[in-house]
């Protein structure tokens, strides 16, 4: 007799507990070093009562950097390529990880996105990768009603989910 292991049927059946936050208030060059040492691409940013204020990730960096650049009217002479994780592509880039040093004053709320995507628990999971492809995103933050960070579900976490089943 053949078993088939049932797929989970809800969001708190599927997300990541365990879950690396940043405070609105560290730097941008913590952010990029939580990142790395994590292997992620995005990380949430909560308040001091746990409440998801936005989502920081390598692409909300760079925008933020080239923009910082870009106002200082053409000083820049180096270009940098680097893979950008959200796209899955190659992309070119004033930005450099040497140039983060200049930025350990800067605020991760300065450069994060606010009102991040999130989702409750009991969300049927098919609805949540309905949300992720609608809107483009590969992560989505798992919320209570009040909004404190409960966990994560990544595009990676549907891959496993299907390779287990």
């Given at each position: 007799m053949t078993s088939f292991q049932t797929s989970p049927s809800t969001a708190a059946n599927v997300m990541?507990?365990?879950?690396?936050?940043?405070?609105?208030r560290e730097s941008l060059q913590d952010a990029m070093r939580i990142m790395t040492e994590n292997?992620?691409?995005?990380?949430?940013?909560?308040?001091?009562?746990n409440r998801c204020v936005?989502?920081?990730?390598?692409?909300?960096i760079?925008?933020?950097?080239?923009?910082?650049?870009e106002a200082l009217e053409g000083e820049i002479v180096r270009t940098e390529n680097w893979f950008?994780?959200?796209?899955?592509?190659?992309?070119?880039?004033v930005f450099s990880p040497e140039m983060l040093g200049d930025y350990v004053s800067v605020p991760v709320s300065d450069a994060m996105t606010s009102d991040p995507i999130t989702v409750i628990p009991t969300m049927p999971i098919a609805e949540v990768a309905q949300l992720m492809t609608a809107r483009g995103i590969h992560r989505v933050f798992v919320v209570d009603t009040?909004?404190?960070?409960?966990?994560?579900?990544?595009?990676?976490?549907?891959?496993?989910?299907?390779?287990?089943?």
């Open positions: 990541k507990r365990d879950v690396v936050t940043l405070d609105p292997h992620v691409s995005g990380v949430p940013v909560v308040d001091r009562e936005g989502v920081i990730s390598t692409s909300d760079v925008s933020f950097v080239e923009a910082d650049l950008n994780p959200e796209t899955q592509q190659w992309e070119e880039s009040e909004k404190r960070l409960q966990g994560v579900i990544s595009a990676f976490d549907f891959v496993q989910l299907v390779a287990e089943n």
